[in-house]
Structures are given as C-alpha cells and as structure tokens.
C-alpha cells in the first residue's frame, strides 16, 4: 500500500469531518461534561471542587466507556455509508480498495481524536492549575486506553458499513452493538458463571472479559488507576489467573489490538469482493 496515498485520503476524510457538526457537537459535549464531572462527580463521596487526575479519571470513566463506543459508532457508519457517488469516485481512481478504506478511517479517527483530546485537555489543564503534575502519568494512560476504545468501535463500525451498504440497516447494527458491548454483555457474563462452579465459572469470567472491548478498557483502566477495590468479578479473576497488574495490562492490550486488526481485515476483505 502507498502510504502517501493513505495519507492523502486520511487528510481529506479528517477536513470533511471537522466541517461536520457531529465532530463540534462531540467536543463541546464531551468537553463540558469532563470539566463538569470532574468538578461536581465526587461531591457524593465528600470531596467538593476539582479533584486531583486519579480522582477525575475515576470519575469520567462510565462516561468514556458509554459515551466513545456510541460517537465512534456513529460518526463510523456515517463516514463509510455517506455519499454514494463521492465514494464511488474515489474508488474508481488508481488506488486500492484497502488504501481508501485505511485512508478513511484514519480521518475520522483522527476527528475524534481532536474532539476527545479537547474535553481531556480542558479538564488536564485545570487539574494542574489546582494540585499541579501529580498523577499525570496515570491519566494520560487513561487517555490513551480511551482513543483505543475510539479505535475499536471505529473499526467495528467500518466493518458493518461494509457488511451492510444500505446506511438504515448499518445504523441499526451498529446501534445494536452498543447496547449488546456497553449494556448487555455483562449480564450476559454473569448470567453464565451462575450455571458453573469453582474453576470453571472464574476460568469463565476470564475468558468473557476479552469478548467485550468495554470490559477490557473499564479493567486497564481500573488498574492503571489503582482501583483494586472495584475491578468486579472479571477484573479479580484476571489479576488471580496472571498475578500481577503489568502483565494483566499488557494482555488487555494485545486484546485490544486484536479487536483492531480483525474487523479491520474481514472488513477489507469484503470490500475486495463486493462490486462497487
């Protein structure tokens, strides 16, 4: 693949999607709640104004794991089921499908990228004007887990715009993925280790946190913000199958990656048999 040529597409595909107003609504949405959150969400637990970075990353993480998965669906979908003829155009020009459909989805990560990093950068810069650099290690980690989460929905909405060319039932699939990854995965997880005991449920429950990318986020991050204390059951059978905080991260990783390069591959794979 020409990496220019990537670059290209992903250049026009990100100043098309900053002209969009899906991209300026999700910053200042996504930014005023981060700032707001981060001032008001642990008044309940007695601590008034802005909290320190571990503090507020505890406190914004339900926000990112329901709020990234849905934007990055959404703006996905929209992004490779838009206009007809402008996507017929660019794949009609010497180029590989895979270099367009990369070239794209480089765009609009990069867009969300942009949008995300406004409410992150907001909130940062007033959590060092009140207690300084502290911690900031741990929230940048957590930054950098949430654009993966970006990533993933994103590559997971590519592939079912390609599966599904009609933009109504891509819609409605993506939406389902959302609720099924951020809503009823868990209930699912849970409703299986009742059927098992001993070894078998935690070997279970394992396993079941590397079929949602959500969980997978919620437990890194949990751990890079030393939230030991709420992991959940998957997050402590992790920690009890592998023993070490590092070496669970790093797995929860390689996952993610997983979670990238799959639907990345099975979507480019359909692409290069569908007739366009």
Known sequence: ?????????????????????????????????????????????????????????????????????????IMGTLSFTGDKGATELLYSQPVLRSEVQLGKLLGVFGSIVISTLIGFTVAGAMIIAAHGLDELLRYATFVLLS?????????????????????????????????????????????????????SANAFLFLSLFGNPVDMVRVASLIVLDGVTIFGAAGAALLRFLGGKMVSVLLLAVGLTIWVAVPLAVSQRLLNRQDI
């Open 147 to 199: 654009l993966a989460l970006a990533l993933v929905f994103l590559c997971l909405a590519v592939l079912v715009a390609t599966a599904n060319q009609r933009k109504a039932r891509a819609f409605g699939v993506s939406l389902f993925l959302w609720f099924f990854f951020v809503l009823f995965y868990d209930l699912l997880a849970v409703g299986g280790t009742l059927l098992l005991k001993g070894k």
């Open 1 to 73: 693949m020409d990496k220019r040529t990537i670059f290209d597409i992903a250049r026009q595909e990100l100043t098309i999607n900053i002209r969009n107003k899906w991209t300026l609504i999700f910053a200042i949405v996504f930014g005023a709640l981060v700032v707001s959150i981060s001032y008001f969400g642990m008044m309940a637990e007695g601590f008034a104004g802005m909290q320190n970075f571990t503090r507020t990353s505890a406190s914004i993480l339900n926000l990112v794991l329901y709020l990234v998965p849905l934007v990055a669906l």
